[in-house]
Nanobody, 127 residues
Framework: QVQLVESGGGLVQPGGSLRLSCAAS????????MGWFRQAPGKEREFVAA????????YHADSVKGRFTISSDNAKNAVYLQMNSLKPEDTTVYYC????????????????????WGQGTQVTVSA
């Protein structure tokens, strides 16, 4: 059983920063990749960033490059998303995800790459 628990969301003013955390438990040794997605009501889930669990290679969506940074701490079974220069359009629910090697044929930016999902954490950017 794998569990992903996000934390760190909240209300922040435009231009501010937040750091999201995702704590993983269970068969974390089998993870190949972890990522962050976001989804606004009525919209498709959008890729934000991902990190290769063993190599540490990172991927970021163009919409967040230069503002958001994904990082991981394998010893703590955790992944983080540092979000700077936040904009109102970043407001939505952010989800942590983990993928196994069996789905390596999918790109990191595809939700199909991931086997497990957290419950999400709300980020609101507003003055």
């Amino acid at each position: 059983q794998v569990q992903l628990v996000e934390s760190g969301g909240g209300l922040v003013q435009p231009g501010g920063s937040l750091r999201l955390s995702c704590a993983a438990s269970g068969r974390t040794f089998s993870f190949a990749i972890m990522g962050w997605f976001r989804q606004a009501p009525g919209k498709e889930r959008e890729f934000v960033a991902a990190v290769n669990w063993s190599a540490g290679t990172t991927y970021h969506a163009d919409s967040v490059k230069g503002r958001f940074t994904i990082s991981s701490d394998n010893a703590k079974n955790a992944v983080y998303l540092q979000m700077n220069s936040l904009k109102p359009e970043d407001t939505t629910v952010y989800y942590c995800a983990a993928g196994l090697a069996e789905r390596s044929r999918y790109l990191a930016a595809s939700s199909s790459r991931y086997n497990y999902w957290g419950q999400g954490t709300q980020v609101t950017v507003s003055a």
